[in-house]
Every structure is written in C-alpha cells, then in structure tokens.
C-alpha cells in the first residue's frame, strides 16, 4: 500500500484539499493504485489545537508517509502567536525535518488562459518552464537571526549562509530536470554583490562539467525578474537560492493567468515529496467556496508523477483539467478575460465537479 499524508491547513487549504482528494479518490479507483489516506492537523489549525503548527503525531506522519498533500497555512490571526509558533514557521520545520531541499514551481500556460496573463498573449503563448527553488537552507534558515537593540536603536538581522554540498546537490538536481526537458539551464543569483553568490556560482559551473548537454547561463536575480516580463519563452529551467526562488515563482505565477494554477513539489533526495499550491491561505475568501482547486488538483498530479511513480493516473489529471479549461469553466480568478470561448464561473464544488466529469469521459 502507499500511504499519502494529509494536510488541508488553513483559509482555503481545507476547501481545495477537499476537491484534490476526490480527484485523488478517482484515479486511486479507476487505475488501482493502492494509495491510502490519513489526515492531520498542520498549521494554525494545529496550533490553536494543540499550541504547535507542527505537533510531533504530524511530523511523525509525515515521516511515515511516501508522500504528502498540503493546502495552505497561515492568517493575520496568527500573527500575534510567538514567533516560533506561527504557521510558517511550522512549514519551515516541517521542510527542514523531512530535508525536502529541492522546490520544482513549473509555470505553465494553458492555451485558454492566455487571455488572462498580466503579458500580452504573444509574449506567454506556449509557456513552458521550471523553477526550481533550494528550500532547507539560505536566508531564511542562516544564523545568527533576530532583533536586538544596539546602540539604543532595535536592529533586525538575518544570515544568508549556503555550503557548497548544498549548493551542489539542489544544481545536481536543476541539470536533472533540465537534461529531461529542454536542456537549458539558467542559474540565477546575486554574485556581484553577495560572497555567497559567488560560491554558488562556482559550484554550479563545476556540477555543470557534468553535463556537457546542457547549456548552462547565469543572471542576476534583478535582472532575471526582468526577463522573466520581458521575454518569458527563453527559459527552460531556472535554478536559484531560497528566497530568489520565493520571489521568481510568484512573479512566474502571473505569466500563466493566476497563481491559483500553480502546483508545486518540495522533494528529499530519495523523491519523497510534499505537494502544494504555490498559492496562500488567502482568509479574504476562506469559507466562501470561490477558491481556485486546480492548482490543488495539479499538485496531486505532480504527485503521483515524481513521488508515486504514476505517470498514467498523473497524465488523466492533466488531461482532464485541460479539458474543463477548453469547455470554458473557470473559477473567478481566472475568469477576467477570455480568447473567445464561452465562459462558465464556477465555484470550488463545482469545478471539482468538473474534473471528475472529465475524468469520467475519458475512462
């Protein structure tokens, strides 16, 4: 049996988890894949339980677990919670503790919403890439980190510290995924100003040597967001620290129509995974089932890919969310603008609905 750990989370989590999870339901059934399921407290949800967003019953769960499903965590609610307690810190841990180092953010334009990119649709038509993110170390993990006061005047300060096995393994991995694709890779980084730019871009030219297929560029994290409005098509597979990764991903998230379509995958050196929206939380709409499942829905078909080893079951999900995007449905996000067709909004049951229809008529 394979045994997927559960955490819907918080705002919105509990809401596209349930539409994931019927998906999930289906494929398990249609293509016997053994997949068994168990739930757990994560987040806030976690600790307004149990006064921790990571109590050990979840950790150990996950640890027990040949994947994980994750929503969302978070809310001003619990910005007044101690530092240590709030809900990203618990995603930090959780990260950490299960070394999942390696985030793959594909950012993937769907014909039908090419209307609904922030760039003109020439610019983003056919849109293909990966971003892949270092997630277990770097800026938000480096020490020393705090705020004290010196001087009289309080300071806040934080460390940006990568070793070169760290480094070496997360460009090991983007040359991976870029031999799988289109073999370009383009590392990004700060080196004209950071030290540690500096040792990244060294390892990253080494790690390169091995992979003569591979064409291999580098830019500056500034220069790359650039880019990344300017001419989006030229890139394949980025690879970049911790938080230029954090920041890309989101601004890759507009190309494609809306974040709400963006799956992601947070994997160990073995290929255990976490999946998860790149969305958040979003309590502005929490509980008002207008939330976008599809990126939910692609996260569980990124899953059974890369952690499950079920391609087929992974290509139905795809297939069938294409063919509810080219009949029309759309969730208010992605439903500002059209190339034409015939647009239905729908809310988050509903759209589920819809995939599993989908699903159906192809079986």
């Known amino acids: ?45 976690a600790y307004d339980k149990h006064n921790d967003p990571l109590p050990e019953v979840t950790l150990n769960a996950c640890r027990e677990a040949d ?5 969302s965590v978070g809310g001003p609610v619990y910005d007044q919670a101690p530092r240590q307690l709030r809900p990203e810190r618990g995603l930090l841990r959780l990260r950490s503790e299960l070394d999942l180092f390696a985030n793959l953010r594909p950012a993937m334009l769907f014909p039908e919403l090419a209307n609904a990119s922030s760039l003109k649709p020439e610019l983003v038509s056919g849109l293909d890439m990966m971003i892949l993110r270092e997630l277990t170390s770097g800026l938000y993990f480096g020490e020393p ?16 510290v990568y070793s070169e096995p760290e480094i070496e393994r997360i460009a090991r991995r983007g040359f991976e995924i870029a031999m799988q694709r289109g073999k370009r890779l383009c590392s990004v980084d700060k080196m004209n100003v950071l030290e540690v730019s500096e040792l990244w871009r060294e390892v ?5 040597k091995e992979y003569p297929e591979v064409e291999l560029s580098h830019l500056f994290v500034d220069n790359a967001a650039m880019q990344l409005v300017r001419a989006p098509k030229q890139f394949d597979v980025i690879v970049t620290g911790n938080i230029f990764g954090d920041i890309l991903s989101d601004a890759a998230a507009m190309l494609t129509g809306s974040i709400g379509m963006l799956p992601s995958a947070s994997l160990d050196s073995n290929g255990k995974g976490m999946y998860e929206p790149v969305h958040g939380s979003a309590p502005d709409i929490a509980g008002q089932g207008i939330a976008n499942p599809l990126a939910t829905i692609l996260s569980v078909s990124m899953m059974l890919r890369y952690s499950l080893n079920q391609s087929g079951a992974a290509d139905a999900i795809d297939k069938a969310v ?42």
């Open 145 to 160: 980190r705090g705020i004290e006061e010196r001087n009289g005047v309080r300071v806040g300060f934080n460390t940006m």
């Open 322 to 363: 294409a063919n509810v995007l080219s009949n029309g449905y759309r969730c208010q996000d992605i439903a500002a603008e059209s190339d034409g067709a015939k647009i239905q909004v729908v809310n988050t049951s509903q759209m589920g609905d819809a995939v599993l229809n989908a699903l159906d008529s192809a079986s």
């Open 67 to 71: 994947a994980i499903l994750l929503g």
């Open 204 to 208: 990253v030219e080494r790690v390169g």
């Open 1 to 45: 049996m394979t045994n997927v750990t559960v955490l819907a989370g918080d705002g919105i989590g509990p809401e596209i988890v349930h539409e994931a999870m019927r998906v999930l339901d289906a494929v398990n059934s249609a293509h016997n894949l053994g997949i068994t399921t168990n739930e757990q407290l994560f987040g806030g949800a």
